[in-house]
């Protein structure tokens, strides 16, 4: 089958592999069948494997749904009654976070940083000790919006000493930057399907730690759909998702785990590094700048400001780009005007180098000077 091959430089979904569309193209099964649940099971297990859990301490609880659905989950489902979240906000999707706990009325402290900036620790630690009934500390890991990747070592030591869980949103890191539950300090992570595996948008996953999602049974119940104790138990019993998983997707999942055991995770690593830096060079020979300090990057997203040009235009350049096979985003910054090129996907080096001839001949039809101007402040 001749298949178009896109370049998507956008945060998720992320660019796949042949063979990860084809692997939808199975046989259909009824998803009860005893043969779909010990390929589930397999799933669970690489789930944790990837992040280095044991998989006696932690497992994995599999959803329909976008990395959202996730965030849901874990935050709805692991509050104990009279206690509440410590939000560490610095970002989009820790915001996201927030607006959850809003939806389901859960009380919580949104502990706000600048989009920009590293979180404080010491006010991390400070408001940890000043509020004895946080249940859990809940962060984001890289923050997609401006590419920061958080400290989440440093913070899960924190929520530890002050007897609290901890909960990062690794959806944009999973897979792709190496984690280690235990020496990163975590108790929960999350993922979606379509980024760092690269496999199918519809399915995410939590990862965490079995004994506190068996406590959750006792904690109020939030939702029916999105309540993590229930599907864990489902799983546990019936080796299935309680209600009907994507079928076709989940092949392409584990077709999407079997490549990425075979590329290795410090291979995986290496060719996500190799093209954040091919996108810096692009963009530096061009002149554009960056939101976000380069050694406060998290590798996976680069941020760049718009330049001070009457002919630059956003929508021109995303079609320009689309038009010959490669997708860029827009920015998530607040009110500033800025896109993003980001290094997720089955792509390497040589692909953003082609991406960046197609952008200097964007940037000529269009009359952008070369290389960009910014004003002054």
């Given at each position: ?105 859960l009380p919580y402290i949104n502990l706000e940083f600048e989009i920009d900036a590293l979180p404080d620790l010491n006010k991390i630690e400070k408001t940890l000790s000043e509020n004895k009934d946080i249940a859990f500390v809940y962060t984001t890991h890289n923050e997609t919006g401006s590419g ?216 000529c039809k269009l009359h952008v000077k070369i290389p960009v101007n910014y004003n002054e402040v």
């Amino acid at each position: 089958m001749d298949i178009e091959r896109k370049i998507l430089l956008n945060p998720g979904p992320a660019t796949t592999t042949d063979s990860v569309k084809l692997a939808q193209i199975v046989p259909d099964i009824c998803p009860r069948e005893k043969d779909f649940a010990d390929l589930m099971q397999g799933i669970r297990e690489d789930l944790v494997k990837i992040v280095h859990g044991d998989l006696e301490k932690y497992t994995s609880v599999l959803f329909c749904g976008s990395g959202t659905i996730a965030m849901d989950v874990c935050l709805n489902s692991l509050l104990p009654a009279d206690k509440k979240i410590l939000i560490i906000n610095n970002g989009a999707y820790s915001s996201r976070a927030v607006e959850i706990c809003n939806y389901y009325n859960l009380p919580y402290i949104n502990l706000e940083f600048e989009i920009d900036a590293l979180p404080d620790l010491n006010k991390i630690e400070k408001t940890l000790s000043e509020n004895k009934d946080i249940a859990f500390v809940y962060t984001t890991h890289n923050e997609t919006g401006s590419g920061i990747l958080n400290p989440i070592r440093k913070i899960g030591e924190l929520a530890h000493k002050y007897h609290t869980f901890f909960v990062v949103d690794t959806t944009s890191t999973y897979a792709m930057r190496p984690i280690n539950m235990e020496e990163d300090n975590i108790d929960f992570c999350m993922a979606s399907a379509q980024k760092g595996l690269m496999a199918m948008t519809g399915i995410s996953y939590v990862i965490g730690n079995r004994s506190i999602i068996e406590q959750s049974k006792e904690f109020p119940k939030r939702s029916y759909y999105c309540n993590l104790y229930m599907q864990y138990e489902y799983f546990e019993k019936h080796g299935e998702m309680h209600f009907t998983p994507p079928v076709q997707t989940v092949y392409a999942l584990k077709q999407a785990l079997s490549e990425y055991f075979k590329e290795g995770e410090k291979e995986k690593w290496n060719r996500h590094t190799r093209v954040f830096e091919a996108i810096h060079k692009g963009l530096e020979e061009l002149g554009f700048k960056d939101i976000i300090k380069r050694e406060w990057q998290a590798g996976l997203v680069v941020t760049v400001k718009y330049p001070d040009d009457s002919n630059w235009d956003f929508n021109a350049v995303h079609d320009y780009c689309y038009e010959h096979g490669f997708t860029i985003y827009p920015g998530k910054i607040g009110n500033q005007h800025t896109f993003r090129l980001c290094a997720l996907g089955a792509i390497d080096a040589d692909d953003i180098e082609k991406f960046f001839q197609v952008m200097r001949e964007c940037l000529c039809k269009l009359h952008v000077k070369i290389p960009v101007n910014y004003n002054e402040v």
